[in-house]
C-alpha cells in the first residue's frame, strides 16, 4: 500500500527532473477534472497536490516521491479555453518532450471526467498519446457524482471511440476522491507495475 508521499521538485524540463531510476505514473488531464483531489485521495494527503489554478498560472512538472519506490508526477492540465496561444505552444511542448523523453515512464494516467459524454478535447488528447506509442491507463473521475449506470454508459461511450483508435482499448479505473472508489485498484495497479 501507499503510505509515505513527499514533494521532491516542480521543473519546466525534464532534463532537470529527479534522475530516471524509480518507475514513474503521470497524472494528466482537463483542467478541473479532478486530478489534484485523485492525487490527495491516493496519497491521504489533503493539499499535496494544489487544486485548481487559474488559467495563466506557471505550469509546472512537479514530482512527488512515494515510498521511496516510485515517482508519482503532477503535469499541468490541458484545455484551458482562455489560455493563450504562447502558453499552449509552451505545454505542448513541455509536454511533448517529458513523454516521450521520460524513460522510466510506465503509465500516463489520462483523467476524463465521467459526467461527461466523449470529449473531443480528451479523444485528441489521447489520439496524439498513441501515435507517440505512450503507455496510456484512463481514470474517470467524479463518479459519485452521478447514478453508477450515467458513469458506466459513459465509460463504455468512451471506450467505442478507443476502440477506433486503438487495436486494445487501454485499461481503466472508475474514481471518486470523494467515495475513494477506485483507489485500492489503481494503487493495486501501481503496485504491480514498480518492480523492486
Ligand atoms: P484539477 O484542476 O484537475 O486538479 O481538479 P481539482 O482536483 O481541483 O477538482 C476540481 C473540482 O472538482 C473541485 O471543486 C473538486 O472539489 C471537485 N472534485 C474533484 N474530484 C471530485 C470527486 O471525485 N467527486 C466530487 N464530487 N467532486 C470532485
Known amino acids: 500500500m501507499l503510505k509515505n508521499a513527499r514533494f521532491l521538485m516542480s521543473n519546466t524540463d525534464h532534463t532537470k527532473c529527479p534522475a530516471p531510476n524509480k518507475p514513474e505514473f503521470a497524472f494528466i488531464g482537463r483542467s ?3 486530478k ?3 492525487i490527495n485521495m491516493l496519497t491521504d494527503h489533503k493539499h499535496l497536490a494544489k487544486t485548481s489554478g ?3 498560472k506557471t505550469q509546472l512538472i512537479n514530482h512527488f516521491e512515494i515510498d521511496s519506490r516510485w515517482y508519482m508526477v503532477d ?3 490541458y484545455g484551458f479555453a482562455k489560455a493563450n496561444k504562447k502558453l499552449k505552444a509552451d505545454w505542448n511542448k513541455m509536454i511533448r518532450n517529458y513523454l516521450t523523453e521520460r524513460e522510466n515512464l510506465v503509465s500516463v494516467f489520462v483523467l476524463i471526467d465521467s459526467r ?3 470529449q473531443p478535447i480528451d479523444i485528441e488528447f489521447i489520439t496524439w498519446c498513441g501515435q507517440l506509442e505512450l503507455p496510456v491507463t484512463l481514470i474517470f473521475t467524479k ?3 452521478q447514478s453508477q449506470s ?3 454508459d459513459n465509460v463504455h461511450r468512451f471506450l467505442d471511440e478507443m476502440e477506433k483508435m486503438f487495436v486494445e482499448a487501454p485499461e481503466f479505473f472508475v474514481t471518486s476522491a470523494m467515495t475513494r472508489v477506485g483507489r485500492d485498484e489503481l494503487t493495486q495497479f501501481i503496485e504491480e507495475n514498480v518492480s523492486d
Do not use: C, E, H, Q
Open 32 to 34: 478541473n477534472v479532478g
Open 36 to 38: 489534484s483531489s485523485l
Open 54 to 56: 487559474k488559467p495563466g
Open 75 to 77: 503535469l499541468p492540465g
Open 116 to 118: 461527461l459524454a466523449p
Open 143 to 145: 463518479a459519485d457524482k
Open 150 to 152: 450515467k458513469t458506466s
